[in-house]
């Protein structure tokens, strides 16, 4: 069935360096990718999405890559503050009838100081 | 304004009580969604509204009972919950056309409510 998961469920990274999270997806057919952040006690906050079509797409100081071949999608965030440390979720939207967004486990990053 | 404002921020109830949660959105949106979330696992989408008009319910329990007053407004009504109800309830706007394959893009969620049932 469809799936979007998470490889690492907690990474912790010094402050300044910079963080890749990981996340692979099942469905081939998925068109639409996002990040979110969420810390605790928030509601997930955008962070960037990417379309199928694209490879790599870049904010600030965030990057989303996307590899179809494997069906990974990757965010990475440079130069990681305190602030960064939170719960990041990707999440897929396929092309079924529904067009709903498939959220995958999530994982969490620790900045240390 | 770019946010989805969610009220109360914390609800205590109990198993017989009759609650509400609201949620209110003035950026235009015509998509509006009401998620659940357990402690460390990712949100799980309840149920959809598209121009007003309920368009998913994710098998949803009758005990909540959704409701689109008008697009900025969303409720959700709580009635004989269950201890294992207790979550946080998020809500969420989207931009994207709804009832497009560009649907369910980009949402904006509100900060939620944690929801104890006793």
């Known amino acids: 069935g469809e799936s979007v998961g998470l490889h690492l469920p907690t990474l912790s990274v010094q402050e300044g360096d910079n963080s890749i999270i990981n996340c692979a997806y099942s469905n081939s057919a998925s068109d639409y990718f996002i990040w979110y952040k969420q810390e605790s006690g928030k509601g997930p906050q955008f962070i960037i999405d990417?379309?199928?079509?694209?490879d790599k797409r870049q904010g600030q100081r965030v990057t989303v890559l996307l590899n179809k071949t494997v069906k990974h999608l990757s965010l990475q965030i440079a130069a990681t503050q305190p602030g960064d440390s939170a719960v990041y979720f990707c999440a897929e939207k396929g092309l079924d009838s529904s067009y709903k967004l498939i959220f995958g486990s999530g994982t969490r990053l620790l900045v240390r100081p | 304004d770019t946010e989805v404002t969610q009220t109360p921020k914390h609800l205590v109830m109990g198993m017989t009580n009759k609650k509400s949660l609201k949620c209110e959105q003035h950026?235009?949106?015509?998509?509006m969604y009401w998620y659940k979330q357990k402690a460390k696992k990712p949100p799980e989408l309840m149920f959809v509204y598209s121009y007003e008009k309920l368009s998913i319910n994710e098998s949803v329990p009758s005990r909540f009972s959704p409701e689109c007053p008008n697009s900025s407004l969303l409720n959700l009504h709580l009635h004989a919950l269950q201890p294992e109800d207790s979550a946080l309830y998020l809500c969420?706007?989207?931009?994207?056309?709804?009832?497009?394959?560009?649907?369910?893009?980009?949402?904006?969620f509100g900060s939620g409510t944690q929801l104890s049932v006793l």
């Open positions: 990417i379309r199928s079509n694209m």
């Open positions: 950026m235009g949106h015509r998509a």
């Open positions: 969420a706007s989207s931009p994207s056309d709804p009832g497009t394959r560009w649907a369910n893009e980009k949402l904006f």
